[in-house]
């Protein structure tokens, strides 16, 4: 590598710091340019005030089959930040008649577990399983609605909340494909692909800092606070960056543009993006007294979908929410205390303060119309590469969509800059 060759990153999101990880293991010059004053996008934490307490943007779960999440922990040495059962479970309540069951797969690709009436959802035959043949055969135009019956039990127990929460979109009208690229890469490889797993302290802590730590010993500056306004081409090539200055980019330097699409689309106007979003709300409640034992909980008849704790916090997650956004953040508390209360017994004197986040454009709207919108990580430009959960990374938009398009986009840049 010359002296002179950098890769110019645009954005300190998880795709960017993904991007940047895989760059500097392969001895590449890294700088990052962030329009904020910190690192992470979505994943970010902060100390709220108001809590007194450490608290997550969002609440995410990922699981073991997380492949390049793993990865991503494992060169920065961060693999503990992550704790989850040592089997995969997933606890339900039905708050409509309150029953509760825990969804456990089995060892192997094939669900024998469904078997034991114990372990299957209550109210569902065997049969009801075979739905997800339909699913395996989905073409990238087929929605889930055309895949399953999304008027029964199965569907309001358990395919419901689990394709929200994945999708961020309605789920009879999310796209089948993805849906089923996501299952084949967990669900559909046993148990020990689909542990679920927690950030133990933050999801900064466990996804941005280790990060931070681990590039500013390596060939890595990150300038925060510094927006770039326009993106100079000529040629088909990218010849600067303007930020509050203008940055020359080298004949043989790189650019990876990972911010959102729609930041994408400002800077550079020929790029086709999704264009349509979808909002998460999340919901943060300091526990006054005894603290819920659990770590998650999936929450069925009531608003929220999940419920998720660490110490005396717990968090709500809402997906798909774009109507509920309208309303105010004082009517979101109430009705997410109510399920609270109603999953863990607790009364109002349990009830401390609350900070409830409202994530409009969350993610894209992933209907298979706005999934064939996905760019590849090759832009117009040769010498720039896209990165960012809105990529073309053939899974949905998640922590595991970002850091895999983080390592596609590097790996894009590293075959130009050799070639």
């Known amino acids: 590598m010359k002296a002179n060759e950098e890769i110019h990153i645009i954005g300190a999101g998880l795709a960017g710091l993904s991007a940047a990880v895989q760059l500097v293991e392969a001895g590449k010059c890294v700088r990052i340019y962030e329009a904020t004053s910190s690192a992470g996008g979505r994943c970010r934490s902060f100390y709220d005030g108001r809590l007194e307490r450490i608290i997550d943007n969002g609440n995410h779960l990922i699981l073991s089959g997380n492949k390049s999440v793993m990865r991503y922990l494992e060169l920065l040495g961060a693999e503990n930040e992550l704790k989850g059962p040592e089997l995969a479970e997933f606890p339900f309540i039905d708050l409509a008649d309150n029953s509760s069951w825990t969804v456990r797969p089995g060892s192997r690709a094939i669900p024998w577990s469904i078997f034991n009436s114990k372990w299957r959802i209550p109210g569902i035959s065997i049969k009801n399983y075979y739905s997800i043949w339909r699913l395996s055969q989905a073409t990238p135009s087929d929605t889930v609605g055309a895949c399953f019956d999304t008027d029964g039990v199965i569907w309001h127990r358990f395919w419901r909340p689990i394709i929200v929460s994945v999708l961020n979109t309605d789920p009879a009208y999310a796209s089948a494909n993805l849906l089923w690229k996501t299952l084949k890469e967990t669900f559909g490889l046993g148990e020990v692909a689909c542990r679920p797993l927690l950030a133990v302290r933050s999801l900064s802590q466990a996804l941005v800092d280790p990060a931070l730590s681990y590039l500013s010993g390596k060939s890595c500056k990150l300038d925060f606070n510094k927006r770039v306004r ?117 009364g109002s004197s349990n009830r401390g303060p609350s900070r409830v986040i409202k994530e409009k454009r969350a993610t894209f709207e992933q209907t298979p119309e706005q999934v ?26 998640t922590i595991e969509g970002a850091v895999r398009s983080g390592i596609i986009a590097a790996n894009s840049a590293l075959e130009y800059m050799e070639n």
């Open 372 to 397: 064939a919108r996905r760019p590849s990580a090759r832009a117009e430009f040769t010498n720039m590469f896209l990165a960012g959960d809105w990529t073309d990374t053939g899974i949905p938009a």
């Open 230 to 346: 326009k993106i100079i081409s000529e040629d088909q090539r990218v010849k600067g960056i303007e930020t509050t200055d203008l940055v020359e980019i080298g004949e043989r330097d790189a650019v990876i543009l990972s911010v959102p699409p729609y930041s994408a689309a400002q800077l550079a106007p020929n790029l086709i993006v999704p264009n349509t979003f979808q909002t998460i709300v999340n919901g943060h409640f300091r526990i006054e007294g005894r603290s819920p034992e659990a770590n998650f909980i999936g929450v069925v008849g009531g608003m929220a979908e999940w419920l998720f704790v660490r110490g005396d916090v717990v968090s709500v997650t809402i997906s798909a929410a774009n109507e509920l956004s309208k309303i105010s953040e004082v009517e979101i508390a109430d009705k997410m205390w109510a399920d609270i209360s109603s999953v863990f017994g607790l």
